[in-house]
Every structure is written in C-alpha cells, then in structure tokens.
C-alpha cells in the first residue's frame, strides 16, 4: 500500500555512512526529512546532495534532520562524499543510508515489491528512488515529492514547503499559494469570525471563505 500524508513512516534499522540508525530513534523529537536518489556518483544527485550541504545551517535553524538514502553501499557512499564535497564547497553532515537490499525503499513505496537490481545495476534499474519525504516529530508522513530522473530538485521549494508545515503544524491556519515565511496565512474554516479575530486578530475577509491574517509568531 502507498505511503500517504499522516501516516506513520517506516521504522527500520539500517548502515549509514555515520554508522547504525534505528530510524524513529534517530529522528527522536525533531522534524525529519528523507531523500534518496538511483545511485552513487551520478551528475544530478551530485548536485543536489551538494545543495543539501551547503544548507546545514538552514535545516539547523528549522530543527530539521536530514538523511540520504541510496542503493549502494556504505564503502560506496564514502568515497562519493568526497565527491559531493569538493563539488559543492560544503561538508556533508548528514548520515546516508546504505539500502543495498532494497528494503527502505520498498518500505517507502518508492519501488514495487518484485523490485530486484543484480550486481552491475544502472540508476535506471532504481529510477523511481528519486524521492523527498518530510516527517513530523511524532513520525507521521507531511509532504512528499518525486521527481524524474531528468529533473533536479529544488531544495528552496523543500525549504519553503518546510516553513509552511512547521508554520501549520497543529494550528487551524493554511498557507496560500507562493507562500513564504513571514507572510500572512489563511485561517481554517473550523472557525468563525469572531473565533478566528480572538485567536489571530485582525481578519482580512477576500471572500466568505478565504480569510487571512497575520501568521503567528
């Protein structure tokens, strides 16, 4: 079955490049976000795990762990961040998880069950391993994106979309189109008028149902 918004991510145990996670455990109390790619050394994911290293700080700030996920292995994965770095100018700090069995990427439907890859596979036997998925505190599924093999991800999107589910979380607001930190948010129908202005104060009122104010700090 697919992994959909608001369930509970896989728990699993696997070898990353910063040694053994168990992955709820490695996640503990903070905001999570898993990437994964076909495979090492190849010239589109270099650049974005690239990008996701030069924006350690910005994850930093978001108390956001980030984690790699690939089909190669950890011996694999070593030599090609020194690739990544040298590229990009920036050190990875994030573990990269060695999925050499195919059994997070299935567990994450980003593979169908049959998958099998023998010695020698290709990025393209991997393809659909190109995915982002954002994970809450309490281990429940927010966001997910997945992009085609020809297509970089766009990691100020990630960050962008970030901001809005932590900006969101648990509160009765959404965000608008083109939304970014700082600007006003909609206010959820559940509340009325009088409801919405003693919890946000004042309401801009566009239309019956589209009303927002300022986001909350």
Known sequence: MALRINDTVPNFTAQTSQGDITFHDWIG???????SHPKDFTPVCTTEFG???QLADEWAKRGTKVIGVSVDGVDEHMKWIGDIESFAGAD??????????????????MLPAEAYMPDGRTPADSATVRSVFII???????????????VGRNFAE???????????????????????????????LSLDDAAAKEKFGELDIKLPYLRTAKAPS
């Open 29 to 35: 109390d903070s905001w999570a976000i898993l990437f």
């Open 51 to 53: 990008a996701v290293a």
């Open 92 to 109: 990875v700090t994030f573990p990269i998880i060695a999925d050499e069995g195919l059994a997070v990427s299935k567990a994450f439907d």
């Open 136 to 150: 809450s505190p309490d281990k429940k599924l927010q966001l997910s994106m997945t992009y085609p093999m020809s």
């Open 158 to 188: 990630v960050l962008r979309a970030l901001d809005a589910l932590q900006a969101t979380y648990g509160t009765p607001i959404a965000t608008p189109a083109n939304w970014t930190a700082g600007q006003d948010v909609i206010v959820a």
